[in-house]
């Protein structure tokens, strides 16, 4: 049986709901500046009324948001699932096979180095609370800690709240300006930075190259405005 390390449980709980959070914000807004980045750019080539881009930009945000949420909900709700079920195995198992489920516990302690009278000792006093036992199994054979029954709802308010501040950056100039193309410039600029700046947090959780990554979603958002622009303009002409 595989032996997890953990720090204090404390400390391992307050770190997994700050990079939960920190997670939920960076892809909430990192895709809200995005895909209302791309529909402004694409309107901007084809209407002469910020009012227009506004509305238009507005309603996108607000559909996005949304869809986002959802998302963000449906996995929290997986996550919980999927933690309710191996609980649910790992208590039948413990009714119908402790023999099995004991010996798992004594390897982990094995692995630990102790000697097999402590290993007895420590079995006996860790099997004897049925739900202490469980609990065990679940962190130190499948590695899987209790998430929070509220992770859905949250992950779905933080990704949703946070489209829509990230779908307000490239809008901005709109609410401003009455050129559109000058908007338009205006808003490239700032969307830009932030995505740089966005696709290197978001890199840095998932583990990827953060300056590459950060490039990345960059170029991704200023190819689906350009895109957008493009295709706008053709239509139109």
Same mark, same amino acid.
């Given at each position: 049986?595989?032996?997890?390390?953990?720090?204090?449980?404390?400390?391992?709980?307050?770190?997994?709901?700050?990079?939960?959070?920190?997670?939920?914000?960076?892809?909430?807004?990192?895709?809200?500046?995005?895909?209302?980045?791309?529909?402004?750019?694409?309107?901007?080539?084809?209407?002469?009324?910020?009012?227009?881009?506004?509305?238009?930009?507005?309603?996108?945000?607000?559909?996005?948001?949304?869809?986002?949420?959802?998302?963000?909900?449906?996995?929290?709700?997986?996550?919980?699932?999927?933690?309710?079920? =191996?609980?649910?195995?790992?208590?039948?198992?413990?009714?119908?096979?402790?023999?099995?489920?004991?010996? =798992?516990?004594?390897?982990?302690?094995?692995?630990?180095?102790?000697?097999?009278?402590?290993?007895?000792?420590?079995?006996?006093?860790?099997?004897?609370?049925?739900?202490?036992?469980?609990?065990?199994?679940?962190?130190? =054979?499948?590695?899987?800690?209790?998430?929070?029954?509220?992770?859905?709802?949250?992950?779905?308010?933080?990704?949703?709240?946070?489209?829509?501040?990230?779908?307000?950056?490239?809008?901005?100039?709109?609410?401003?300006?009455?050129?559109?193309?000058?908007?338009?410039?205006?808003?490239?600029?700032?969307?830009?930075?932030?995505?740089?700046?966005?696709?290197?947090?978001?890199?840095?959780?998932?583990?990827?190259?953060?300056?590459?990554?950060?490039?990345?979603?960059?170029?991704?958002?200023?190819?689906?405005?350009?895109?957008?622009?493009?295709?706008?303009?053709?239509?139109?002409?």
């Amino acid at each position: 049986m595989e032996t997890h390390l953990h720090h204090d449980h404390d400390h391992h709980e307050n770190h997994l709901k700050s990079s939960d959070m920190l997670t939920d914000v960076v892809i909430g807004m990192s895709d809200g500046l995005t895909v209302p980045f791309a529909l402004a750019a694409g309107l901007s080539g084809a209407v002469s009324s910020t009012s227009l881009i506004i509305i238009a930009g507005l309603a996108e945000i607000a559909a996005g948001s949304i869809a986002m949420g959802l998302g963000g909900y449906l996995a929290g709700k997986t996550e919980i699932d999927h933690y309710n079920s =191996e609980l649910k195995r790992e208590y039948e198992e413990v009714e119908t096979v402790p023999h099995k489920e004991k010996e =798992e516990v004594r390897e982990f302690f094995s692995n630990l180095g102790l000697s097999e009278e402590v290993q007895s000792k420590a079995v006996d006093e860790m099997t004897k609370d049925k739900k202490k036992w469980v609990d065990f199994m679940m962190k130190y =054979e499948l590695g899987l800690d209790k998430p929070d029954p509220r992770r859905a709802k949250k992950s779905a308010f933080n990704i949703g709240v946070s489209y829509v501040i990230g779908g307000i950056v490239p809008l901005s100039p709109y609410f401003f300006i009455d050129d559109v193309m000058s908007a338009l410039k205006i808003s490239a600029v700032v969307t830009l930075i932030c995505l740089f700046v966005f696709g290197f947090f978001k890199s840095r959780i998932t583990g990827i190259n953060p300056w590459a990554g950060a490039l990345r979603v960059m170029l991704i958002g200023a190819i689906a405005a350009a895109c957008a622009f493009g295709v706008a303009r053709l239509i139109q002409s």
